[in-house]
């Protein structure tokens, strides 16, 4: 559920007319929602309220300030992926201690701003990293606790570019290799092994690839402890995926997930830790967009916004879906036009939706991108030298912009000529 819906006959965030936010700061724009956070929040720490757990919001799917401050407050955890952002993470207010650091090529300068800052536990990918980590750390005079990520080579049955716990992905340990990388590790110095880790894709639609990777995650855990390491810990990684289509099935609650994880590894007595990302921030943004040209072409007419695939990535590099609404509600019995959702950008792969069946729209109307609070804002550039999209955040009837749209002054300047040219 989120807090997107019409009122009066137009598209709200909570108590504020998406209309407004539109008309005050132009199009595109990214609009999201302080209580759709707090709320998909609240149901992970639910999930979770039988165990020692802390949920950490994974970073990389959104990374504005305001965002992490919000759920930082609520007491979220942060699962950070480079230097930047967890750097970003200190500065929205969140201890080290609630920063968990992944990725398969963490930087010793990344690693030491870690260690420097205060670091929850860093979880290794690779043995050359574990090995890199215990000469920084030991250099540092520091003890970094630690968790390996194991690959347990499960299907997590989504797209591929967002599948990685095959053994043929980037991430982890092979599982049958982890207990030597765990003795190996016991034996460095500068890390203190705590736990184990796994993540095994995004969007996950079925519990069925988190109850087996789980399970052998547990399996995993009993042999360690048998082998003498205290493991005290599990990361559980993210990836509960989201409806991004309003009139499919909906993939598992939260609530469901949480009862998954307690059926498998509940019974270790460990402190859990996850990284859901995408089912926190998904549905609580939405993108606005302006149609600036409705096109006849050849046998398919296009519908020409003002936003593209450098603002919204997701479909040209997933071939994603995002249901398409106008701001203002159809009547009842409206008719229907078919058209191919594109944006200005010089690719053909600058495609929305095609054959997309929306009510008539023409030049100046506002249509509404759903479930593009993830994996939306982050992964914008400034392609075709359109400025990056600004982002605003709506709690009850009032909003405030969390990052305001460059000018274009402001991005010539990013550029230098130099003086022998
Ligand atoms: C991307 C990622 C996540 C978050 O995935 P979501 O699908 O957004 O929940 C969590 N953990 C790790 C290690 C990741 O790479």
Partial sequence: MDHFNYRDGTLHAEEVPLSRIAAELGTPVYVYSAATLRRHFGLFREALDWTDHLVCFAVKSNSNLAVLKLLGDMGAGMDVVSGGEYLRARAAGVPGERIVFSGVGKTLAEMRLAIEGGIRQVNIESEPEMRALSGLATSMGAEVPVAIRVNPDVDAGTHEKIATGRSDNKFGIPIARARDVYAEAAGLPGLRVVGVDVHIGSQLTDLDPYRAAYAKVADLARALRADGHAISRLDL?????????????????????????????????????????????????????QVIYLKEGAGRDFL??????????????????HDIVPLVEPRPGAGLRRVDVVGPICESGDTFQKGAELPVLGAGDLVAFRSAGAYGAVMASEYNSRPLVPEVLVSGDHFAVIRPRPTFEEMLARDSIPEWL
């Fill in 304 to 321: 020409i916004v003002d936003a593209a695939m450098n603002d919204l990535l997701r479909p040209a590099m997933y071939g994603a879906h």
């Fill in 237 to 289: 990684g993210g990836g509960l995926g989201i409806p991004y289509r309003r009139d499919n099935n909906a993939p598992p609650l939260p609530l469901e997930y949480g009862r998954v994880i307690r059926e498998t590894v509940g019974d270790l007595g460990c402190e859990i830790e996850i990284e859901p990302g995408r089912n926190i921030v998904g549905n609580a943004g939405v993108l606005l967009a």
